[in-house]
């Protein structure tokens, strides 16, 4: 395609092979030659160009985009406002390495991010490359500050694929398998699930956790309480109310650090800037990645300035941490999101996808659940009349919506769940033409 061409990406859905087509087919055979195994594709079709709620690839096919590289292009693909950004960087410098001569991008980026996370006290923040990297280091911040080593995760959690985030996150296949011995003191206590929780509200299911806590890691000896106030990969789990607030209030008396991992629920993705503002909790620190720098490789830890400056100068870093150009999308992002109203749009995003949903559910059983927030809502799928997974039929609606054009990924303990994490940037006519695809692909999948 030509620069033309990629300018003219009109916003609409356009199959003129099968999916994935010949030469994306062939790609694909060239990446089982090239690349290792361990690194899978949801949907094989090989992408050139992406804007508003499209994804167009070689074969010339427009897919519509439900997927968001995971939850990362929040704002758009290539949205005007990062590649200016990104582009006068570029042409600036690209690199100086902020430990050894610094810019003022990072500088920006940190006071932002004070800005704009929960919580009107005073904060610092460090940058960071990947999400896994800024959990690893919200767990060193916390052992510095509380001189203690335990850290608590909860079940379903997913917190990366580095050693310390795999022992992190909870399920084996394929995220830990094979790949320990794992990182020491790290302690696995059940979260809020509402659909499987029965009669175990908010408050019960904390009081539970809290216990498994108490006796078998002792209140002192926990450094860190970490959690996603919504489980991404885990299913989208929505806790019940007050779970969340009743383990902050928890870690306040118990001198624990609570870190909330927002790397997947943040950034206006939930219908308001941080997911843990659904709950009025305010972390100590926030883990923030993904939705932060349009696609640019950036993630961050920001916090409470007395935990923050607990280690030492030299302690926190890494050569690419904060790189000018992520930072530069980033600024963009944040200033798009505030200036295009996105957490209202995410929201809104959110209304119309529940209600469509929600009428698909009362008519088939197999619908179990339609939870999440905002832009970030999924569907559990059960043998009807159960809450027992059905991860085949998963897979098989996944793939015909994928056939039809749609990009849709998979999720959850039990791989029984569809998500849905459109970009902001989605035109209404794409997001009910996404919702129409998956209505008629549960009517042809018996
Ligand atoms: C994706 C994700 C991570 C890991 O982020 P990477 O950038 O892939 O290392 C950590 N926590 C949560 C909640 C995530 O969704």
């Not at 500050?145 to 084996?172: E, I, S, W």
């Not at 890691?217 to 996603?228: K, L, P, R």
């Not at 790189?323 to 992002?333: D, H, S, T, W």
């Not at 009428?359 to 179990?368: F, L, S, T």
């Amino acid at each position: 395609m030509t620069i033309t061409e990629l300018e003219a990406l009109t916003q609409e859905r356009r199959l003129v092979t099968a999916i994935p087509g010949p030469i994306s087919q062939q790609m694909q055979a060239r990446k089982d030659t090239a690349i290792a195994r361990g690194v899978g594709t949801t949907l094989p079709v090989y992408v050139v160009a992406a804007a508003g709620g499209v994804l167009a690839d070689v074969d010339g096919n427009q897919l519509i985009d439900f997927g968001s590289g995971i939850a990362v292009t929040t704002v758009g693909n290539s949205a005007p406002a990062v590649v200016d950004a990104v582009t006068q960087q570029v042409a600036a410098f690209t690199h100086t390495c902020f430990m050894v001569t610094p810019y003022e991008g990072y500088l920006r980026v940190a006071e932002e991010l004070n800005r704009i996370t929960p919580g009107d006290h005073d904060k610092r923040t460090v940058l960071f490359n990947s999400g896994a990297e800024a959990v690893e280091n919200a767990v060193k911040i916390a052992r510095a500050h509380t001189r203690r080593q335990a850290v608590v995760v909860f079940d379903h959690a997913y917190h990366g694929r580095t050693n310390l985030t795999m022992a992190m996150t909870a399920k084996n296949q394929p995220y830990k398998h094979g790949f320990g011995p794992f990182a020491g003191e790290v302690y696995r206590v059940p979260t809020s699930f509402p659909l499987r929780d029965g009669e175990i509200d908010g408050a019960a299911a904390a009081a539970r956790a809290i216990d498994l806590i108490e006796k078998q890691v002792g209140a002192d000896n926990v450094a860190a309480v970490v959690i996603e106030p919504i489980h991404g990969e885990g299913g989208f789990i929505v806790p019940a109310p007050g779970f969340l607030r009743d383990l902050q209030n928890w870690c306040t008396q118990a001198g624990a650090v609570f870190v909330a991992d927002e790397v997947q629920t943040g950034f206006a993705r939930t219908g308001a800037m941080f997911a843990c503002e659904h709950e009025d909790v305010v972390p100590d620190l926030i883990v923030t990645a993904k939705g932060i720098a349009g696609g640019l490789p950036l993630s961050a830890v920001t916090g409470r300035a007395e935990i923050m400056d607990a280690p030492n100068a030299g302690g926190l870093g890494g050569t690419y941490g904060g790189n000018p150009l992520a930072c530069a999308a980033a600024l963009a992002v944040i200033d798009t999101i505030e200036r295009e109203q996105l957490v209202a749009r995410a929201a809104q995003i959110g209304e119309t996808m529940i209600g469509r949903l929600t009428a698909m559910a009362a008519d088939d059983p197999r619908i179990g659940d339609v939870r999440g927030r905002g832009a970030m809502i999924a569907i559990e799928l059960v043998k009807p009349g159960t809450v027992e997974p059905d991860a085949d039929l998963t897979k098989r609606i996944a793939a015909a919506a994928h056939a039809k054009g749609l990009v849709v990924l998979t999720c959850g303990t039990y791989g029984n769940v569809l998500r849905f994490l459109p970009p902001l940037s989605m035109p209404d006519h794409l997001l009910a033409e996404g919702l129409d695809i998956l209505a008629e692909t549960f009517g042809e999948i018996r």
